[in-house]
């Protein structure tokens, strides 16, 4: 076989796979009108977490959520955001949560500890048990200034970046647990 013709054979193949195969898609939306939000924050490294709080909220109220529709749940560190999600996610009061900490290693254990405690894992079951979606923005860093640098400096700011992803997941779970025959799916343009 020519190459000519294994080329116009493979174009062929691909031309109707595009045809045969047009799947819907589902996406969630990023305004946060008409939701409500959780964020619960960690003191520990306060001067970190706090500018990561500040991000969250703008992203929020940028894309149109209220102070009436975001309330702040505070924790004594990293550790105890995996409990207090869940019992703030129970509560049914809200579309999403946030859950700002962060750990930065030091001359002791403790950041081995903490992070040994697999929180990450823990909010994601407070996720699965209570329907409600937790992000988690949490930084583990070496250093002080990798915590800067991804609290908005350098790196941008992981908590305006959670506060995106809490709207647009919040819109996701309100599409997906809505009526199945209203379920909006974007189906892509059949091309002839």
């Known amino acids: 076989m020519k190459y000519k013709e294994v080329k116009i054979r493979k174009r062929s193949a691909r031309r109707e796979m595009a045809e045969k195969l047009q799947p819907g898609e589902i996406h969630g939306d990023l305004s ?40 702040v749940v505070r924790v004594p560190g990293a550790f105890e955001l995996p409990l207090v999600s869940k019992k703030v996610a129970a509560t049914g009061k809200y579309d999403a949560l946030v859950a700002i900490g962060c750990v930065i290693r030091g001359e002791t254990t403790h950041y081995d500890y903490v992070c040994a405690g697999d929180f990450n894992a823990a909010c994601s079951l407070a996720q699965l048990d209570t329907g409600v979606p937790i992000i988690f923005c949490v930084l583990t860093c070496d250093t002080l200034e990798q915590a800067i640098d991804r609290a908005g400096l350098k790196g941008g700011n992981k908590g305006f970046e959670a506060g995106l992803a809490a709207i647009e997941m919040a819109h996701l779970s309100r599409k997906l647990r809505a009526n199945p025959a209203k379920l909006a799916i974007i189906r892509k343009p059949r091309r002839k």
């Open 32 to 71: 946060a009108a008409g939701f409500r939000f959780g964020v619960v924050v960690s003191r520990f490294n306060g001067f970190i977490t706090e500018r990561l709080l500040a991000a969250a909220t703008d992203a929020l109220e940028r894309a149109g959520a209220t102070s009436k529709d975001v309330d």
